[in-house]
């Protein structure tokens, strides 16, 4: 499978990709919703991006509001292969020092109020997970950072909590004692919904603090991130422009056959309207007798 429109999720302080050309906006329909905002595609050379803000231009939006099944729907709708998520986290590790970026190829669910599939309404699946992150697209991202010589750390634990509160510090021993390697908001429900939407999902964690673990740092606070983010953004659309021209290479992973031994519903037992909503996935293993109306 070739490379098709990369998809770039820009979380907190990325709310747009300079140098894109020939740029428009468009805000397709989805059965979950409008996205967090207008999605934004364009391209730099002969690749196509569609990018996304996920908390709105102007950061509008909590973690827990965050219309994750609009967005993955609407960039799957867009014909996007391959999603680059950018997030700002918290270090739950001394060596992972404000400023570094983290590549992780783990995830542990703490979040408590959000949809985490898009399947339900009378149509079961359950998607492979115990890789959370897309390896291919992983590796291609630590390759270019390390050649930015941005300090970069390959692999680890990302532990999603539901926020918008940060830890207690009891808390945060509780995830260290998990093993986790950074904390942050955003990673769930992304990773599992692209997982079903068979796109490749990977993350650029760029660490802001020490969460509130370390007795010697500073206490987290949302003046300590945003010192941080500026310099984190810029870090990342630089490992964006570097990646890309890696990534024209046939894919070798398995993340665009997710759904194809997943659904278990018998297929004559689909109700319509949910074969309908969810075409869009399941329509390349379960084609529907229907034609989507367009109007």
């Not at 109020?113 to 897309?134: D, K, L, Q």
Request: aromatic share 8%; glycine share 8%; with cysteine.
């Amino acid at each position: 499978m070739g490379l098709g429109r990369m998809g770039i999720i820009g979380g907190s302080g990325l709310y747009a990709i300079e140098g894109l050309e020939d740029v428009r906006e468009v805000r397709p329909y989805t059965p979950f919703g409008s996205p967090s905002d207008a999605l934004v595609i364009g391209h730099i050379g002969e690749q196509e991006f569609v990018f996304l803000p996920r908390h709105g231009r102007g950061h509008r939006i909590t973690p827990t509001d965050i219309p994750v099944r609009a967005n993955i729907y609407a960039l799957k709708s867009l014909g996007v292969e391959r999603i680059i998520s950018v997030s700002a986290v918290g270090s739950m590790r001394k060596k992972i020092k404000p400023l570094h970026l983290v590549v992780p190829d783990q995830l542990i669910d703490h979040t408590k109020s959000r949809i985490n599939s898009f399947f339900g309404g009378g149509i079961v699946a359950h998607a492979g997970f115990a890789e959370p992150f897309c390896s291919d697209l992983s590796k291609a991202l630590v390759k270019a950072s390390k050649k930015l010589g941005i300090p970069t750390h390959r692999g680890g634990a990302y532990v999603c909590i539901e926020g918008p509160q940060f830890s207690t510090k009891a808390e945060s021993a509780i995830y260290r004692q998990w093993g986790a390697s950074v904390i942050g908001m955003t990673a769930l429900p992304e990773a599992k919904l692209a997982r079903e939407a068979e796109m490749c999902y990977a993350t650029l964690a760029f660490a802001t603090d020490y969460d509130v673990w370390h007795a010697s740092a500073e206490t987290v606070s949302v003046e300590m991130v945003v010192k941080n983010l500026a310099a984190n953004v810029e870090n990342a659309k630089r490992i964006i422009r570097e990646v890309t021209p890696s990534l024209t290479t046939t894919s070798t992973c398995s993340c665009h056959s997710a759904l194809r031994n997943a659904v278990i519903t018998a297929p004559d037992r689909f109700p319509v309207e949910t074969h309908r909503a969810l075409g869009i996935l399941l329509d390349k293993y379960f084609p529907s007798d229907a034609e989507t109306s367009e109007d």
